[in-house]
Structures are given as C-alpha cells and as structure tokens.
C-alpha cells in the first residue's frame, strides 16, 4: 500500500505528498499534461524540444543545473506521446531548493535565443544517435505512421523529420509554454520523510503566487477502426531480418488495457512464452522474439517483434507466427499459465515500488488517469483477469485486419 | 514578497550512515555477504565466479555464462525457466574481464525454491549441442549488429590499444564463433563455475535458517584457487581512426590506464574526475554540449579492475565536428592544468557528491551494492569516510596539480569511429 496526501491550490495546480521516512532523500516530481500527441503535423519533435529548453534558465534564475547541484541534487527528465515529466532528487534538508528552481519555471521560463540555437543543435544529435545511427534506429519512425494514419500517434516524440527541430521558431517556444505550461495542467508529487502540513506551507509559499491558467481542452482526431492488413518492407544495411507485428489495442483506462497487457506476457515476456517457445526453441525460425504493449494513454499498440534466423524467409515466420496466435483464440490459457504470469507481475510491482522516485512518478501518472489511488488499485484489476479474458481480448485484437507489419530486410538478403 | 532570485539557503549533509552487510564463511576464502533490513518483500541473491573473459579463449567466459540454464539430462531449457517463471522469478547473468555474476530477482519466500532451481540446473549443465548452436547463431546475430555501430566500434578499438599486449586487451572477432568447441566450453564451465564460486551476496529479509540453506546450497562450488591479475598494463598513446560508412555520428573515446581506489590519489582525482566530465554542469557538458551543441552527451569516468584502473572519456557527435570536438577536449584539459577552479565551481562539486553519495547510501541495495564496491580491495565502508574527507579538504591547487600529472593529451590513447 503506498499512503498519499492531496491537496489542490487555488491556480489549479494538483498536489500529492508521498511520506517515506526510511529515506535521507526527497523526491520532486512533475508531470505536465502534454505530450507529442499535443503537437500539430507541421511542428513535431516540440513538446521534447521543449522539455529541453526547461533546463535552460527560468524567468528569475538564469541556470536550473547549478543551484540544485549546489544543494546536492541532480535532475532529469523524459517526454512521451503523451506527457512531459520532470523530477529532482536531492537530500530531503534541501527541498526547498527543488520547490523554488521548479515553481519559478513552471512561472516563466528565461526564453533566451542561446538556449534554443544550443538546444536544436543538441536535439538534433540525439536524433541521430538515436533513431539514425543505430540498426533498426528509424524503425519507430516507420512504424507510427503504418499503424496510424489519424492520430497523432503517427510522429515519434523525437519528431518526423529533422527539418521540423531546424525550423522551431522563439515564439514557437513561447506560444507552447503559455499554452501547456501552467498549474492547471500540472500534477506536483513531493515524496520524502516530511510532515503534510509543512509540505502544504512550502508548496504555497513556492507555487501559491503562480497565475492560474486555463488546462487546454485535448481534441485529438480518433483513430478510424482499422479495417485491412497493413504491411510495409524497408531496406537496410543491417546483418539480419527484423519483424514488427503492431496490433491497435485499448486506450488505458479501460479494462481491455490491462487485460491485453496479460495477453502481451503470454505471448512474449519471457523465456517461457508462448512465442519464445515455439518459435525460437521449438520451430527454430526466430533468434529474437518478444511481445510488449506500449502502455499509451490513448489507443496503443501491441507489439510482436524480434529477429529472423539466417535462411528463414518472412514467409514462413509469418505463417507460423499467425498459428500460433490462433490458439490464442481457441483456447483458453491454462490457470497455471495464468498463474505463472501474475506471480512475474507482482515481483516486479514489488521492485518498481521499492524506488522512491518510482512511487512518486507513478502517483503522477496515476492522478492524470483519474485518481493517484489507482496505485493500489491496479493489482486487484489484474486479479480479477480470467482465461476467458485473455481469450477474448486475443480474439479481438490479435487479427490481420487490426494489425500493421513492418519488416526490416537486410541489404544482403534483399533479391 | 517572495525573492524569486534568490536561492533557499543550502544546508550541508553533516554524516551519512553506513551499513555493513554480515559475513559468514562459506569456505576458507568464500564468503557470504548479508543485508537483512530490507522493508519490503523483495530479495536479491547474486553469486560471483572467477569465470571473466581473461580467464579463457576469446569468447568462452561470454558463451559458458549464456548457457548456465540451458538444461540437463532431466530437464530442457524451456522446463527450467518455465520453474523459475512459476516462482515469480527473474534470472539474469553477465560477464566482465575479471569474473561472472549470476544474479536472481524474486520475492523473499521464493529465494530457496528459486535457487534450488538453478543449482540443479548448473550442477547437472549437459550442454546440449542444439542449445551450443543456437547460443552461436544468437551471439553472432547480435555480433554483426554491434559492429554496425560506431559506439562498439570506437569501444572495442580503444580496449585493444588501451590494454595493448595485456589479455585485457583481447576482444571478440567473428571467427571467435566458428571454433567454439563444446570440449572447451564444458572444461571451461567445470573449473570456472563448479569450482569457482567467489563471494555470495544476498539481499532481503531471509531467516538464518534460510542464509544457512542457501550456504549449503553453492557450498561445493566454492573456489580454492586464487587467480593473479596483472598489474603492469600500460596504453598505446597516440590516435587512430576507423571508418564506418554511411554514420552520420563519430564515436570518439580517450584515455589512459589509471588506478583504482586503493591508490593515494583516488579520492581526489574523483573529485577532479567529476568536474571534468561526470556531472550535468561538467566542463565537457558545458561546452562541448551546452555551448557548441555538437553532441547529446559526453562524459568521463574512472573504470578499476583489481590490480589497476583506467580513466575514460566517451561521446558520439556529428561527423563534421569531430575534429572541434578532439581540440575542445584538449582546451578543457589545458584550462584546468593552467587555470585555478574557481571556489563556487568547486564547492558545486563538492556539494554535488556529498549528494551522489548519499543517494548511493539510501536502501539496502545501494547500500550492498557501495560496500561490494571497496570489499575487492580489500577496504571497509571507512573508505567513504576517506571520501568525504578528500572533499572536505579538496584545493584548487591540488585540482590543478592532479590535471597536470594525470590528464596529458600525449599519454593518452585516442580513438574514433565513424
């Protein structure tokens, strides 16, 4: 059971307290409510972009590194398709230090033209270390858009294309921050070994004078229902064959979620799954194969993905591979396979919990989805899941009209 | 009014408590390291043989410890990690140059079960010669996809000048996975493993009864050798460059041979270490990255091994700033043999690891994980006090002192890829 306080100031901003009194350390963390999926067609890679420019001084303080590095902490953050999340963690004495660097930016950020000629610059090299200069990098830049042809789902965080982060404009810059960034469109979650009424007092006095704002309505176009198989080949100078079988599965508050996030452990999690099982050890056609959802806010993907062995053709993987899932929809797994996956499930629960930052993180997330209670809640939904579920969950999703291929054929096996 | 430009006054963290695991003998010269106070239902069991890439042929440490659970007379590899899945449990093993540890994840009712497992697995190991072959083919598919990259690449090049004639020095070609011979896997698995258990590490609030069992266990496979690791390794100075088509990055890696934490200069030059490279604000990061934007990181760090250490520095920028970046580099280390570190630069530093370390304090596992880091070398949890010591007394003086005697471009080696 992870305990949590609320309370929300009157500029909208939502506050969680986690008490941790094993710990030396605090933890602050932020989420703001916006994401890739928040960017338009013609600017994309800019919620990340952005998340950059937040380290690059604030309206009162020129440098966000320095001072909290002064009081021993250290920070970081990441950027998702569908929210921007910030923490620090440094010893509890210091957490004022956090409250001030963090509630003067969520104020005004400095704007300075150095930060975003450096940061473009900086984003652009992440962009080629990671989706351009890696085997297999761009395949995720490929893939999006395959599976989505609507939704804002179909660009990756990093962007569409460089040109996008070449072009981002200062009023660009400016525009977003006066739009995303403000207490109403944020969840603040302190975790340490303090006391709640103090926490109240110190959040005030940091965040209290921070303008309210409006939270930005989220209209996002729907995904159409997905009605054929869809497949696309590339080429590249990679040593092997890679596959990518993206099925659309449910949004996240929803019990299909988590029912097809079961699903994913039967199919791929780990050595004893299904795909690994048949074909790696028993068919011998893959080298690789896993099976993952991608935890989206909105309509995800299930994902089947891995490697080829030397001499197999797609084909024959293909055929094999749609066999297997239909057993899937045939019969209902075993209650001991069941059992199996849930006992893998709670032991890492356990281990992602134990991690001060984790909790605080997941509390956030948790408290966007409806209630940061849901921590606690989500293991009894994933008890109450039964083999029929898992079934018809399969039987839903795991067909070729709902499902998007991306294969990646090396040069040298290319005819 | 509130003064936004003003910052909360920083208070200084007076003591960080250190915690000691217990320690049982298992043999002679194995011993069992145990932190009981762990506050959840979580455990940790990790097991240390004297099986490193240095103590076989190319490649045999690498395969050996791939094939730990890949089934025996009685039991496939599909029923043994099905067992352990049963059990909640998540196995993992890896290899370094010096030896191999094997590592199990569960909850704490499920440690005995668990291990009790993989003991027979490893005990009775038949290595299967499917399993060997499907081990090779898996290995040499991620092989070639590495050696796409310019990160292995730049990697692999600088351990072979940096350890030059020493077995350090040796790295994996893809020959290595034609002469695999299932003889030499199987002598290799019997000296290094069942007779090669070095230290036991177990995390978790477990039962004596429960330490004693698992003792009894691995008991048999405690190690009664003693391996010799080289001392005297000295780097290639001087560059050298590898082409990869097509990269639009280029991976660039400096450094020397160093030492680890049992020498004099150690405590310090971390400090000097971190204000170089191994921070967000270090001088790397702040002009290569921050300022010039050529790359999305860069960094350094001091690697030990036992008898010796080296330092490093590692980053991938565009291809046509590779150049900029290799004189950058060489400005900043010029400025700190030539330049005094300003105080609050310095009190940064200082204050910055003071939190690093106790982040590294906080848990039990971090806490095992700081201890297992000095117990090597045969140091206590009092070398942190040494540590916090060094930073009290750091001078910018003594910065510049150990820049001008440790960071000359010319002893370095220096390599790029892309």
Redesign the interface.
């Known amino acids: 059971m992870i305990h949590f306080e609320r309370f929300k100031l009157d500029n909208g901003l939502t506050v969680l307290f986690h008490k941790d009194v ?4 605090a933890v602050v963390n932020t989420l703001y409510d916006v994401g890739a999926r928040d960017e338009s067609e013609e600017k994309t890679g800019f919620a990340h972009l952005f998340e950059h420019l937040m380290f690059g001084g604030s ?3 020129p440098d966000f ?3 909290l ?7 970081n953050a990441f950027t998702s398709n569908d929210i921007t999340n910030y923490y620090n ?3 509890a ?2 957490l ?2 956090a409250l ?1 660097l963090e ?2 930016r969520m ?1 005004s950020l400095g704007f300075t033209t150095k930060s975003l ?6 984003v ?3 962009f ?3 989706y ?5 990098g761009d395949v995720w830049l490929k893939l999006r858009p395959l599976a989505y042809h609507v939704h804002p789902y179909k660009w990756a965080t990093i962007g569409k294309v460089i040109k996008h982060i070449e072009d981002a404009k200062m009023e660009d810059v400016k525009a977003f921050f006066h739009k995303h960034y403000n207490p109403a469109n944020a969840i603040l979650c302190i975790a340490g070994n303090f006391e709640f009424e103090n926490i109240k007092t110190i959040v005030t ?2 965040y209290g ?1 921070i303008p309210g704002g409006i939270k930005p309505a989220r209209i996002l176009p729907a995904e159409p229902e997905q009605e054929e198989l869809r497949e696309e080949i590339i080429e590249r ?4 064959d890679a596959f990518y079988y993206a099925f659309k599965m449910s949004e996240r508050r929803n019990e299909m979620y988590y029912m097809a996030d079961v699903l994913s452990d039967a199919l791929g999690r ?3 799954s299904r795909l690994y ?1 048949s074909l790696k ?1 028993e068919q ?1 056609l893959a ?2 194969i896993g099976a993952y959802i991608t935890g989206s806010l909105d309509n995800g993907l299930l994902v089947i993905s891995g ?1 080829l ?2 001499g197999v053709s797609f084909e024959t993987f293909d055929k094999a591979l749609w066999k297997e899932l239909k057993k899937l929809e045939e019969h209902p797994i075993s209650d ?1 396979e069941l ?2 996956l849930m ?2 499930m ?3 629960k ?2 992602q ?2 991690g ?1 930052l984790n909790r605080a993180m997941n509390l956030c997330q948790f408290e966007l989805l409806g209630d940061a209670n849901g921590i606690n809640e989500e293991h009894e939904i994933y008890k109450a899941i039964k083999p029929s579920h898992i079934q018809e969950t399969a039987i839903h999703i795991l067909k070729p009209t709902n499902c998007s291929i991306l294969k990646v054929k090396a040069t040298q096996n290319a005819e | 009014m ?1 003064n ?2 003003i ?2 006054e ?2 200084q ?1 007076d003591k ?1 408590d250190f915690v000691k695991p217990q320690i049982f003998d298992i043999s002679k010269d194995v011993k069992l390291f145990f932190m009981k106070e762990v ?4 455990a940790r069991l990790d097991l240390y043989f004297d099986a490193g890439t240095i103590n076989g042929d190319t490649g045999i440490a690498s395969f050996v410890n791939g094939m730990l659970l890949s089934g025996t007379d009685e039991k496939t ?2 029923q043994i ?2 067992e352990i ?6 196995f993992e093993s890896g290899v370094s140059n010096e030896n191999a540890v094997v590592t199990m ?3 704490r009712e499920n440690v005995l079960p668990i291990l009790k497992v993989m003991t027979n697995a490893i005990q009775n190991l038949v290595f299967h010669q499917h399993e060997v072959e ?1 081990l090779v ?2 290995r040499r ?1 991620k092989f ?2 590495s ?4 990160s292995f690449l730049a990697q692999r090049a600088f351990q072979q000048r940096l350890f030059s004639e020493s077995i350090y020095g040796r790295v994996t070609n893809e020959s290595d996975f034609d002469t695999i011979s299932t003889d030499s896997l199987k002598h290799f698995f019997k000296k290094n493993y069942l007779n090669g258990l070095t230290k036991v590490v177990v995390v978790g609030d477990l039962t004596q009864d429960e330490i004693d069992e698992i003792i009894d266990l691995i008991g048999s496979w405690a190690s009664n050798t003693t391996t010799e690791f080289e001392k005297n390794i000295k780097n290639l100075k001087g560059y050298s460059h590898l082409v990869k088509d ?4 280029t991976a660039i890696r400096v450094g020397r041979m160093l030492f680890n934490k049992t020498h004099e200069d150690y405590n310090d030059f971390l400090i000097l270490n971190t204000i170089f490279g191994d ?3 270090s001088r790397l990061m702040s002009n290569i ?8 990181g860069i960094g350094t760090m001091v690697a030990e091994l036992h008898n010796v250490g080296y330092f490093i520095i590692a980053t ?3 291809k046509d700033v590779k150049d900029a970046t290799m004189l950058e580099i060489q400005h900043e280390i010029t400025r700190l043999q030539t330049e005094l570190v300003g105080d609050d630069e310095l ?3 200082k ?2 690891l ?3 370390l ?2 590294s304090a ?2 039990p ?1 971090s806490m095992t994980d700081l201890y297992m880091s000095v117990e090597p070398y045969g140091l206590d949890l009092d070398f942190y006090n040494t540590s916090i010591d060094s930073l009290n007394n750091i001078t910018p003086e003594r910065i510049q002192e150990l820049a001008i005697k440790y960071l000359n471009w010319n002893d370095m080696t220096v390599v790029s890829a892309g």
């Open positions: 094993t710990t030396p350390l309206v009162n303080i590194d320095a001072p590095q002064m009081a021993g902490g250290e920070s963690i440094l010893p004495k210091n004022e230090t001030w509630s003067d104020l000629e450096v940061q473009r610059n900086v652009i090299e992440e080629k270390q990671r351009l200069n890696q085997p297999y006095k940091w004078d100078n990679v040593p092997t780990d050595k004893s099982i050890k011998k080298s690789e490697k062995n030397d001991k059992a199996r006992i893998k709670h032991t890492s356990e281990f919990d134990q001060l | 509130l936004r430009t910052s909360p920083v208070k963290i960080i506050p959840n239902e979580t590899s599909t990690n099905n899945d049963e059990l909640g449990g998540f994840y569960s909850l499907e083919n898996d598919q070639k996809t050696m796409e990259k310019v097509g990269a639009v990055q921070y967000f604000g990255r921050e300022d010039k934007g050529y790359t999305y991938e920028v565009g009190n940064l530093v204050n910055y003071m939190g690093q106790l982040k906080d848990g596992y």
